[in-house]
């Protein structure tokens, strides 16, 4: 069953923010949100994970309401190498033996 | 940061042989690595869960006696495509949880495999 509901596509012009949005609102306590991208042909790359405060890296900042039952990432200025698969997971952290379950996705689509 | 390698990146064999394809971590330890396979537009699925030192753990309707996966080191597992059919062309991924942490999961790069 998916426990993340994502749009399947999004567009974005290069140089804007790009926000994808996630619903994950069966969320248990101690899941936290997890975000990884796919480019084309590649394996899955980590994005970033939160709780419940909101996250920033280099990479991308994570928004997650009060209510924990959605999210959104931001990337804050797309750049046509950010086109990919977007998943939003939610899991238990600390769980090195449990893999992750991959839905659908959104294909984010940055042009020029 | 944390790397995982697969090996051979790219593989065409022909039907009824078998084909092995190589997962390591790099600068890290990883005593559980999962194996994906993905078909063309479509998302990732998890075909089992190895684990150092034991038998892999096999999703419901993935073939242990087709798919073998070797879990040797904490920092190698290997599944071997056994009689390979065209059907078995897929994009494999294997991903590594780092054992630090919050065990992010760290994946490979795939590996495409055709059967002709």
């Known amino acids: 069953d998916a426990k993340t509901t994502q749009p399947p596509s999004m567009d974005c012009a290069e140089g804007r923010a790009a926000n994808l949005p996630c619903n994950h609102s069966t969320i248990s306590g101690n899941e936290y949100v997890y975000w990884y991208r796919q480019i084309h042909s590649q394996g899955p790359q980590y994005i970033i994970h939160?709780?419940?405060n909101n996250e920033t890296n280099e990479m991308a900042s994570l928004i997650i309401t009060e209510d924990r039952k959605s999210s959104t990432l931001i990337l804050p200025h797309a750049t046509l190498r950010d086109t990919a698969v977007y998943y939003c997971i939610v899991r238990v952290a600390n769980q090195a033996g449990t893999a992750l379950i991959f839905g659908k996705g959104t294909t984010l689509s940055v042009s020029s | 940061g944390a790397v995982v390698s697969q090996h051979p990146s790219r593989v065409i064999c022909k039907s009824g042989t078998s084909v092995k394809i190589e997962c390591r971590s790099l600068d890290f330890q990883a005593t559980t690595m999962f194996w994906y396979r993905q078909f063309p537009k479509q998302s990732l699925m998890l075909m089992a869960t190895?684990?150092?030192?034991?038998?892999?753990?096999?999703e419901q309707g993935v073939e242990k006696d087709k798919f073998l996966i070797n879990h040797a080191s904490l920092t190698l597992s290997t599944l071997t495509v056994t009689s390979a059919h065209p059907e078995d062309s897929s994009f494999y991924i294997c991903?590594?949880?780092?054992?630090?942490?919050?065990?992010?999961?760290?994946f490979g790069p795939g590996t495409r495999l055709t059967v002709l």
């Open positions: 991903s590594a949880s780092d054992d630090r942490g919050y065990n992010e999961q760290f």
């Open positions: 939160g709780l419940k």
């Open positions: 190895s684990n150092e030192g034991s038998k892999a753990t096999y």
